[in-house]
């Protein structure tokens, strides 16, 4: 049996350090439950040291992920205070370990969510919406993992941006996206590949949260899943998200001058 704590700890300082460790299931396989376990014990050491929880965020939301991971389920992870990067500012790059970006929309619920939403509740339960990035950066070598690794690993979110919020969900079924890297298109997809409608992520998030005896009270926000594939993240770039009729978000990466990610890390 995984000592759960030994493992949240591990998992935990290689994010403070942005140092890369062995897989966990290269040692000791463990089952997803035990998977939940070892990520709440590590996002509480964060909270113990003053960050604060503000949201959740859904991964394997695209039906080719799903089957690419051999999984039938989405997985979901927290997002705390300490990960929020601000639109359109600078995004060091020290703090992570091989980033990536992801473009997606991000809700905010209105009301306190206490029990599995239907698709007609989900939108009275929210006040906004907006164009959101997330960054995912696998504290696992390589970026590789199995399914347990991934979950222990809070699904790998490392940070998101946030637009403009808006109020208007019905132009969401199919909008366009677009993830633009120094002007060009780097990845171009649509919200209906999110659950076929992004909204449908809502109460997804109602149903995780239910089944581990949640409250995701109002004010919380739903990173609903990436629209795109992950784009690799270099220093130096001007990254931007395009939603078709809900928003643009950007940030710009930065690191220290004549250095690669590794080098800074090895002198961290």
Not at 31 to 57: C, F, M, N
Not at 189 to 204: D, F, N, Q
Request: charged share 25%; proline share 4%.
């Amino acid at each position: 049996m995984i000592d759960i704590e030994a493992a949240a700890r591990l998992l935990d300082d290689a994010a403070l350090h942005a140092r890369a460790i062995n897989q966990l299931t290269a040692t000791e396989d463990f089952p997803v439950p035990d998977a939940y376990r070892i990520q709440r014990a590590s996002i509480e050491r964060r909270v113990q040291r003053g960050e604060r929880r503000v949201g959740i965020k859904l991964g394997f939301t695209s039906r080719a992920k799903m089957v690419q991971m051999g999984v039938d389920s989405l997985i979901w992870g927290w997002l705390t205070d300490t990960m929020l990067e601000d639109d359109g500012g600078r995004v060091d790059l020290r703090r992570f370990i091989h980033p990536r970006v992801e473009p997606e929309v991000c809700f905010l619920t209105r009301r306190a969510i206490e029990r599995p939403l239907t698709a007609l509740e989900a939108k009275d339960y929210l006040g906004a919406v907006a164009p959101a990035m997330e960054i995912i950066d696998s504290r696992y070598q390589d970026f590789r993992f199995a399914l347990a690794d991934v979950v222990a690993d809070n699904c790998s979110s490392a940070g998101l941006v946030v637009g403009n919020w808006a109020r208007d969900f019905d132009g969401l079924r199919n909008a366009g996206v677009i993830l633009r890297v120094d002007g060009r298109d780097v990845q171009i997809g649509s919200t209906g590949a999110i659950l076929g409608h992004p909204l449908r992520a809502v109460v997804e998030a109602s149903r995780l949260a239910s089944a581990s005896e949640t409250v995701l009270p109002a004010g919380t926000l739903i990173m609903a899943g990436a629209a795109t594939a992950a784009h690799p993240l270099l220093p130096g770039s001007h990254v931007q998200a395009v939603v078709n009729g809900v928003g643009e978000v950007e940030f710009t990466t930065c690191l220290t001058v004549g250095q690669t990610v590794a080098q800074n890390l090895e002198e961290a």
